[in-house]
DNA sequence: CTGAAAGCGCTTACAG
DNA sequence: CTGAAAGCGCTTACAG
């Protein structure tokens, strides 16, 4: 910047202001600088904006794991509103460890990261008294009802209710639930208006027809084993995602059954291996990249405009029938 | 700084020398400051240091994307080296396309980033040039021949090899080629792999036997198809990918053709659902993980080391064979 | 509209 | 072993 200004016939203030706020200077001066900028290729240091001006411009975002098909889209979301926004992201993979949460939640103090996004709801309350104070957060659809972080969600007990709604109208009436990992929230959730929905219909469950998962293709198998080998099957499954609904189909496959013609699966999340299955999955789609596009800008406004007041946004679903649902046989 | 100085009855530079290079103060000092930063909860301030000392202690990852199986594991690996060695991961997803590029080469230089991991091998040395100069580079898998920069990579023509010789132990000779994306390093040496080892076997290799697909599910079963079409349709298929393979097998079963009884399919890369299909694929790991940690560990030692000699590190890989490649049917 | 000066929070020669 | 001082590269009141 010295450089330019000197060049350019100026003091570097009227150089930084010239590049960074081009209207508190004179036309002429501002070409000058400009064209002195262009011409030794300034590129501005931003370590040394940030230490100045207490902004960094960064933000953290916190995620279980990349390694599934779904994160990887809500990532892109956040990424681009973050690009736009003139912020880079520091990812930080936490694995549900807890020393690996501890681990970025220091970064986010020491690199003064601006703000940050929690996609993982394993992330209490005690580690976030150890933070910066009043670093603005917003939460990413595993949030408890009650919390006063800002979020944006998904409404999963809505989506259990569309998926029971869907099976019923085809004359379903003994739907089992392949349920999330254990203390999840998202699946708790799913589970509660699973039963709610059923209840809704005056459908009874009954306790073994509803049955933990892990949300993974394994546990999606073992559970549908478990499903099939009780006296009294159930002519179609919802399950909390499509992984483990990708396992059950496995598991009615491998029994030599036919999917939907003998039972009928759902999932949720419309990950591209439910496209791809076969037969086809119907399942739930989330719009994952506009939740996360949704979420860093909520987050970046936050930053900005200093509005920390709660808000809580829900983006909403829609149902992707396929050819794993049909009505139960005569 | 200034107040845990203050609190500790010591100078900020004391304090400074306490906290960062501990054997170059007093033992009775270090401990007063260790407590006085202790008790008021200091957090050094890591864009104050990396302004000092011109090192920022960040690297940029640039990669096409992360929506798929394969560079999700690899960046796990870069990140816990990252981690372990200090240093902050900014991940830049290129969907290669020019416009990310740039926007990300920015970023290196504007951020001051230490140092990047290139995984997109369409950043040509055109954009380099126009990047900070010297900053540390290693490139990751997609790599040509002749380049001058560190990488790290797998044998791909060895791959093909690996594949065509599992093949032809089991008595194939008609073996079929589906490639990968057009334009893409690894595919063409895979596909040149492919080609030398066929001869190595004295098996001629029809021209309309080796097949450009894209690395997915929809190109791969597309290829397939034509595959099939063939008058004499080859008896076992090499994919570029798993993914492509995965579509073939797909395509094999449209038509109700067994897999392996009818004809043989393998992969590369042993993605997740590589052993979820039906039957499981055969297919040739990649140690993703490893190959991030090393990539990481290799930049990182570039940047303090200095050490800024070419180096190209190989990673080893292995056949999984599993229950899609059988002998031909007699 | 422009410049001189202070300061963001560290680190590190240089003296002592 | 410790301290005073300079400086990393910016931005921004404050004067003019």
């Not at 081009?22 to 290729?41: F, H, I, M, Q, Y």
């Not at 976030?128 to 800002?150: A, C, H, I, N, Y």
């Amino acid at each position: 910047l010295a450089d330019v200004a000197k060049l350019a016939g100026v003091s570097v203030a009227t150089a930084s202001r010239a590049l960074s706020n081009p209207d508190l200077v004179a036309e002429n001066t501002r070409d000058a600088v400009c064209r002195a900028a262009e011409s030794v290729g300034y590129r501005i240091n931003l370590v040394a904006r940030s230490l100045r001006k207490q902004r960094s411009n960064t933000v953290m975002v916190l995620v279980p794991g990349i390694d599934n098909q779904f994160y990887p889209d809500i990532i892109r979301g956040m990424e681009n509103a973050a690009l736009d926004g003139g912020y880079a992201m520091i990812l930080g993979l936490t694995g549900r460890a807890q020393k690996r949460e501890k681990a970025y939640l220091d970064l986010l103090d020491t690199r003064r990261a601006d703000g940050m996004l929690i996609l993982d709801g394993s992330i209490g309350k005690l580690n976030r008294k150890d933070m910066r104070f009043g670093v603005p957060v917003v939460q990413v659809l595993e949030t408890l009802d009650d919390s006063l972080t800002p979020s944006v969600t998904v409404d999963d007990r809505n989506i259990a209710r569309m998926a029971v709604d869907h099976l019923v109208k085809f004359g379903h009436r003994r739907i089992a639930h392949i349920a999330g990992r254990d203390g999840s929230i998202v699946g708790s959730h799913r589970r509660i208006g699973f039963l709610d929905a059923m209840r809704g219909h005056g459908l009874v469950v009954r306790e073994d027809h509803c049955l933990p998962g892990d949300y993974g293709y394994d546990g999606g198998r073992a559970a549908m084993d478990k499903l099939l080998d009780h006296p009294e099957p159930p002519t179609a499954v919802f399950c909390a995602n499509d992984s483990s609904a990708l396992g059950a189909m496995r598991a009615c496959r491998h029994r030599g059954l036919s999917v939907p013609r003998d039972i009928s699966i759902m999932g949720v999340d419309d990950i591209s291996d439910a496209a791809n299955s076969d037969p086809p999955l119907s399942t739930i789609a989330q719009p994952r990249e506009a939740i996360g596009a949704t979420a860093m800008e909520m987050l970046i406004g936050q930053i900005e405009k200093r509005k920390l007041q709660t808000h809580h946004a829900v983006i909403p679903v829609n149902l992707v029938q396929r050819q794993s649902t049909a009505p139960p046989r005569a």
